[in-house]
């Protein structure tokens, strides 16, 4: 699972062949361009990822002022410098009484230590784009428990997550707003719940990622009757789809889940040919959180047996290195071959049981600096 975090790494510096007062420093598989000279190898940092918004602060102590991205210039983006790709921003440390310390508003701490997230002392906060109308709309605390906290790291922070000769699925990452669709038994919700569509013995609900993971889910009324994730729920079926599912899994005591992504025009940028949202499942799941995932094989079975369609499959086989080169740098989107591809999901092929399963994104670097991008969860 993915989280925001603003660590202290250790750096390793290698050189930009473009231009003779750069560095790049590196930072697990991420790049930043920092001046020549300013870090060395083995110096300890605070990296701060893409989509931190920085205070204005830490913009004065970092000269970044009025430099960033945004409307008030403090939200950090990939750029390019001189022909190489910076993601993030390096922010150095200090040395007190022999320990790793940072200066924060009027302070400097102390006792830091690799790999603490000092997002809280740096009063850096994560990026989150406005919601329009058509993801907006009224919504209900069905509770942690019964819904999916998902997202999916960036290889980058994982480059040896998988090694050579894994056996792994590779998806297309579609452009859109991830959903996540659940049957609950009734069973399990003893007082009801007059605020979800009831369903041959449950409850049906719909979710965005950022509502799912914290347990709020929309609610099946009139008001919500334009929104983008009740419609495609509606449009599609999936009520009926979930009913098929539970049965043809054969659970009927725990929670099933459709998860995937609705895109197409009115979504975001991207519209893959679409002139409405269409919508494809990338993932099921049953159970409480946390919940267990099939694996990609059942999922895609699945799918076929209850009428839904599954994320474009690019490649099944070993991973090795040369994917991002054959599915990702500089392809275009496989449904309509019009634009270009964000990226791709590498998953493993067999779920592993009692290990957290392995998926990690690839992005394309042409997805990064596109015109015109639109960048709502």
């Not at 942690?144 to 090694?163: A, G, H, R």
Request: contains cysteine; hydrophobic residues 35%; neutral net charge.
């Amino acid at each position: 699972m993915s989280s925001f975090k603003v660590p202290v790494v250790q750096l390793k510096i290698e050189p930009h062949y473009g231009a003779d007062n750069l560095e790049i420093a590196k930072v697990g598989g991420f790049s930043s361009v920092v001046l020549k000279g300013q870090f060395k190898t083995g110096d300890y940092a605070v990296y701060i990822p893409e989509d931190s918004v920085l205070p204005g602060w830490l913009l004065d102590k970092m000269s970044l002022k009025g430099k960033l991205a945004g409307k008030d210039k403090n939200r950090v983006k990939p750029v390019r410098l001189r022909g190489e790709i910076s993601q993030g921003l390096i922010y150095p440390t200090t040395s007190i009484d022999g320990q790793i310390g940072i200066e924060t508003y009027g302070a400097a701490i102390s006792g830091i230590q690799l790999g603490d997230d000092v997002a809280r002392l740096l009063e850096i906060e994560k990026y989150e784009p406005p919601i329009p109308v058509a993801l907006a709309g009224e919504v209900t605390n069905l509770g942690w428990k019964y819904t999916v906290n998902f997202d999916v790291e960036n290889i980058k922070s994982q480059p040896d997550l998988f090694k050579q000769g894994d056996m792994v699925y590779v998806t297309e990452k579609l452009h859109g707003t991830c959903v996540q669709y659940g049957l609950i038994p009734d069973s399990m919700l003893l007082e009801g719940n007059d605020e979800l569509q009831y369903v041959q013995g449950g409850y049906v609900f719909a979710a965005s990622k950022g509502l799912g993971g914290k347990g709020l889910v929309f609610k099946n009324n009139d008001k919500n009757t334009k929104n983008l994730y009740m419609r495609i729920l509606h449009e599609h079926n999936i009520e009926e789809k979930l009913v098929k599912l539970r049965n043809a899994m054969n659970i009927f005591n725990e929670p099933v889940y459709i998860i995937g992504e609705i895109f197409g025009k009115g979504v975001q940028d991207l519209h893959y040919g679409r002139e409405k949202p269409d919508f494809r499942v990338f993932d099921i799941a049953i159970g409480s959180r946390p919940q267990q995932f099939v694996s990609s094989l059942d999922a895609i079975h699945l799918c076929r047996m209850i009428g839904l369609e599954y994320v474009p499959i690019l490649y099944t086989g070993v991973y090795h290195e040369g994917l991002k080169d054959i599915y990702v740098e500089g392809k275009k989107d496989s449904l309509s071959d019009s634009h270009v591809r964000e990226g791709v999901v590498i998953r493993e092929s067999k779920t592993r049981e009692g290990l957290e399963r392995r998926m990690v994104k690839m992005i394309n670097s042409d997805y990064l600096f596109r015109k015109g991008a639109t960048e709502y969860n």
